[in-house]
């Protein structure tokens, strides 16, 4: 009954996670502006780092099942 929620927040977690790092990857790959108005390194670091940290949360809701 629970798993149900679960492999929802975990799917959309692991799905935003992983397309926010590709994402960040393929701008840097192709020198361009990750965020607009914003350092390129902080825009690199912010994007790397929030898009490790839902990936991870995505993991861990399916290691709860």
């Known amino acids: 009954m629970e798993?149900?929620?679960t492999i929802f927040a975990g799917?959309?977690?692991a799905?935003?996670?992983a397309?926010?790092?590709l994402w960040t990857g393929m701008r840097l790959a192709h020198r361009a502006p990750v965020a607009a108005g914003?350092?390129?390194a902080t825009a690199t670091a912010?994007?790397?780092g929030f898009g490790a940290v839902f990936l991870t949360l995505g993991v861990w809701c399916?290691?709860?099942l």
């Open 38 to 40: 914003v350092s390129p």
């Open 11 to 13: 799917a959309a977690f």
């Open 15 to 17: 799905l935003f996670g």
């Open 19 to 21: 397309a926010l790092l």
């Open 62 to 64: 399916f290691a709860r």
């Open 46 to 48: 912010f994007g790397i």
């Open 3 to 5: 798993s149900g929620p």
